[in-house]
């Protein structure tokens, strides 16, 4: 083993270092950048005992199968025998299994498809965290994935290997402590967590090199924690947006879009944000308006903004292959757009028809991108939302040969989503000086510095229903905290029970949308029977009640929505818990996501919680039933919490002026924060921060940072 500038390289050529502190990075050296890592480098010096390296409570044997143990237990190995296909197909076959579109990854493998692979040993009680939005359930163990961002709007099951997202991030909890992996490589990639072995799990890349970090800890909070620091937090939003947001595709004309918020106003359904899908644009001409249906639409949205509504608009990356249109003239004459192998500008085909796509791998091309931004907040668009970004192509997957200034399709595919995020997240940062929302359907680790997500184009079922809690809980757990799915279903037609269970989700998910597409029922609330209305009414006005206590969560470094493994990790029913989660660590809440329903079985982990309607005391640890009517969705509260509150039936975020906190009896400690609500000054100490202790029926409120005017101490509402 010989060392070099804190760096040490194996016999076999491997370097292993420890970039961030708590992080071992280990690599073949020809990595030549990361789109994924934020943190600066700064090698730390190991003590160094024979063969074994030791940071703190970490230690690695780079030559004995690169084992890492953390506070002297063992977290990772690599396997020490070969992996065993359960398979073996011939060339024939999988061409034959190729033009059918399936090719299972074992064929993948032999046809030579996968340069890189890592194989490691999995522990007979280890559970399998993480790579965002997969279908499924939150173990993933036994499951088997591919990371290469898809645009698929058939109705997405278990069987789907791939989805708009390709986070490289997860998480391998035992009994031994928890050890997160990041695989640092934009190139399509494969997952195996025992599918194809009970003993090991392995992840290999179609190209690119070897990089990738083990992140140990005792405890799946720990390791993400630290891979926040290594990849960089979700990014605090306006206040705003973190209340309701109704969209579909499409408003057609600006009085549709302000006939929808009045009537929901008229109706008193809360609202704060209007998305408009592609028919608001010329002939689907990015950073365009149709001129006969949005004539004026700066007024359009000074007239939202009366009403206290944020427009947010759609762009994607096609460019309308249009002489004479400006995006598209600029972009050839700056040399902005990616190109084929002899030159030429790739021409692929999407809502415009002839598109050509953005390289946003140069910085100039980002630059650009995000100066036409100026062009949205101009007209008073206050979020962009960042659509087809796989990137989706009407003429098939772009070829693996278009080139980019960084490289070509195959390796830049993966973060293309990403780069555009960050362009536009830059964009709207400079033109509008305020937090910038950005919404992304494709994005990779590390893409939460810049951007929300939400989960694509599912569909009004109630699976998709049960699917979206388990795709949000494990975007949480892979760095991704602002996240949501279209409420009550993109695609085909909600049932009026769905759509109340599901804006019940809604009311504690951390981006809350009602979107649904064209050709499929009207889908607002209103536009449904008085029931159905009265039961969405009563989610939203739940959404508002808690707003300050998710705006407060929004401020940690904790996902909002959580799994109970990640608070209650000892607990073995929750670590394969699916249909249950955390509003932080201090409410339970367990939808409805079946029919008919009107009572359904609660997990309670150890402890005292209490039921959050009418203050019932439970003693955890157990199963209860909960009464779950039609309006309503079981919720606890754990004993000593704290939920800070509005008052009253605010009907957006401005009209929140009062908050009051919701105490349950116990014993603990809560930060309420509060700041302006859109500014960046909350990076620099514009926050005001009461801390609250609850011992018994005892409180004390006390002022911990001053750099925002607010009260000293709030209400109290002793809840039981």
């Known amino acids: 083993m010989e060392r070099k500038h804190n760096e040490f390289i194996t016999a076999s050529g491997l370097r292993v270092?420890?970039?961030?502190?708590?992080?071992?990075?280990?690599?073949?050296?020809?990595?030549?950048?990361?789109?994924?890592?934020?943190?600066?480098?700064?090698?730390?010096?190991p003590k160094v005992s024979g063969e074994a390296l030791t940071w703190g409570k970490i230690t690695v044997e780079p030559e004995n199968g690169m084992a890492l143990f953390y506070d002297g237990k063992l977290l990772c190995v690599d396997y020490p025998g070969s992996r065993r296909l359960r398979t073996s197909l011939s060339p024939e076959e999988v061409a034959q299994l190729s033009s059918e579109g399936h090719v299972p990854s074992e064929a993948l493998a032999e046809a030579g498809e996968w340069k890189v692979e890592v194989v490691k040993t999995l522990a007979p009680d280890a559970v399998v965290y993480g790579l965002g939005d997969k279908t499924g359930f939150l173990n993933k163990r036994h499951y088997a994935y591919e990371n290469w961002n898809t645009d698929d709007p058939t109705p997405h099951c278990d069987n789907y290997k791939s989805l708009y997202k390709s986070i490289n991030f997860f998480m391998v909890y035992s009994e031994n402590g928890c050890l997160g992996i990041l695989a640092d490589n934009s190139y399509r990639t494969r997952f195996d967590f025992g599918k194809e072995q009970e003993d090991y799990y392995f992840w290999s890349h179609a190209g690119g090199a070897l990089d990738y970090y083990m992140i140990p800890g005792k405890t799946p909070k720990e390791v993400l924690r630290r891979y926040q620091s290594l990849t960089g937090r979700s990014m605090l939003q306006q206040k705003w947006v973190y209340g309701f947001h109704q969209s579909k595709w499409s408003y057609y004309t600006d009085g549709e879009?302000?006939?929808?918020?009045?009537?929901?106003?008229?109706?008193?359904?809360?609202?704060?944000?209007?998305?408009?899908?592609?028919?608001?644009?010329?002939?689907?001409?990015?950073?365009?308006?149709?001129?006969?249906?949005?004539?004026?639409?700066?007024?359009?949205?000074?007239?939202?903004?009366?009403?206290?509504?944020k427009a947010i608009t759609i762009i994607d990356p096609g460019v309308k292959l249009d002489p004479g249109y400006f995006v598209y003239d600029e972009g050839v004459e700056q040399g902005h757009f990616a190109r084929n192998p002899d030159g030429s500008i790739y021409e692929g085909a999407v809502w415009p028809g002839p598109a050509v796509f953005p390289d946003y791998t140069q910085e100039k091309t980002r630059i650009w991108w995000g100066e036409k931004v100026k062009i949205m907040t101009d007209a008073g668009i206050r979020g962009i939302w960042n659509d087809m970004n796989e990137p989706a192509n009407f003429t098939g997957p772009l070829p693996d040969d278009v080139k980019f200034s960084e490289g070509n399709h195959k390796e830049i595919h993966n973060v293309f989503g990403h780069l555009m995020a960050k362009a536009t997240y830059d964009g709207l940062l400079k033109a509008d000086g305020r937090r910038p929302f950005v919404l992304t359907r494709a994005c990779c680790a590390g893409s939460q510095r810049y951007c929300s997500g939400w989960t694509g184009d599912n569909h009004s079922m109630w699976q998709h229903l049960q699917l979206s809690l388990t795709q949000m809980m494990n975007l949480g757990l892979s760095g991704m905290n602002m996240v949501g799915s279209d409420v009550g279903g993109f695609g085909s037609d909600a049932t009026p029970e769905l759509l109340v269970r599901w804006f019940q989700l809604g009311a504690i998910s951390p981006f809350f949308r009602d979107h649904y597409a064209k050709g499929t029922r009207n889908q607002e609330a209103y536009a449904f029977d008085q029931a159905t209305m009265d039961g969405c009414r009563k989610a939203l006005d739940l959404r508002y009640h808690l707003l300050p206590y998710i705006y407060d969560l929004a401020h940690e470094d904790m996902p909002i929505l959580r799994p109970l493994v990640l608070e209650y990790p000892e607990d073995p029913v929750c670590r394969e818990l699916t249909d249950q989660c955390m509003l932080g660590d201090r409410l339970l809440a367990a939808p409805v996501m079946t029919p008919g329903v009107s009572a359904r079985a609660v997990y309670l982990p150890k402890g005292v919680w209490f039921d959050y309607y009418t203050g019932k005391r439970y003693t955890g640890g157990k199963y209860v039933l909960a009464e779950a009517p039609a309006d309503r969705m079981p919720l606890f509260a754990k004993a000593g919490a704290?939920?800070?509150?509005?008052?009253?039936?605010?009907?957006?975020?401005?009209?929140?002026?009062?908050?009051?906190?919701?105490?349950?009896?116990?014993?603990?400690?809560?930060?309420?924060?509060?700041?302006?609500?859109?500014s960046m000054d909350y990076l620099d100490g514009g926050v005001r921060r009461i801390e609250i202790r609850v011992q018994g029926h005892q409180l004390e409120q006390k002022v911990i940072a001053d750099g925002y005017p607010g009260p000293d101490v709030l209400e109290i509402r002793w809840m039981a």
């Open 257 to 309: 879009v302000l006939g929808m918020v009045s009537t929901m106003r008229e109706n008193k359904l809360p609202i704060d944000a209007v998305h408009m899908d592609i028919d608001y644009m010329e002939g689907f001409r990015v950073f365009t308006f149709n001129s006969a249906r949005f004539s004026d639409p700066k007024a359009m949205t000074a007239k939202l903004a009366e009403q206290n509504v």
């Open 642 to 678: 704290v939920i800070p509150v509005s008052a009253g039936k605010p009907q957006c975020v401005e009209e929140i002026t009062r908050v009051v906190l919701e105490v349950f009896p116990g014993n603990g400690r809560y930060v309420h924060t509060m700041d302006d609500g859109e």
């Open 17 to 45: 270092s420890m970039p961030v502190p708590g992080i071992v990075r280990v690599t073949d050296g020809m990595h030549k950048g990361s789109y994924m890592v934020s943190a600066p480098t700064r090698r730390t010096a």
